[in-house]
Nanobody, 122 residues
Framework: QVQLVESGGGSVQAGRSLRLSCAAS?????MAWFRQVPGKLREGVAA??????YYADSVRGRFTISRDNALNTVYLQMNSLNPDDTAMYYC????????????????????WGRGTQVTFSS
């Protein structure tokens, strides 16, 4: 039983940065961030399996996923934000092994947070 709580969302200006946090109640080797816009499918953004990281092409080079195992927390550092990054961001975890090809697939994760919203302002 792993519970996830996201935080760090908010309103930012395009080109600025934001860091999301996902606090887990216990350790899970496979963790990931997803995002979803109303009317669209949930999209895999980044994943971390142990110390190995994976990124969607749309965020590679701009976003960084990391973890602090002492705090059971996973982070998503988002730089150079643009309007396409506006979404509800969800943290996910899997206690089962996830293949490399499926680390950014929603079906790979059974545990989800409630999400944190990222919007833009000017």
């Amino acid at each position: 039983q792993v519970q996830l709580v996201e935080s760090g969302g908010g309103s930012v200006q395009a080109g600025r940065s934001l860091r999301l946090s996902c606090a887990a109640s216990s350790y899970a080797n496979y963790m990931a961030w997803f995002r979803q816009v109303p009317g669209k499918l949930r999209e895999g953004v980044a994943a971390i399996a142990g110390t190995t990281t994976y990124y969607a092409d749309s965020v590679r080079g701009r976003f960084t996923i990391s973890r602090d195992n002492a705090l059971n927390t996973v982070y998503l550092q988002m730089n150079s934000l643009n309007p396409d990054d506006t979404a509800m961001y969800y943290c996910a975890a899997s206690l089962r092994s996830v293949t490399k090809a499926a680390v950014l697939s929603t079906s790979s994760y059974a545990i989800w947070g409630r999400g944190t919203q990222v919007t833009f302002s000017s």
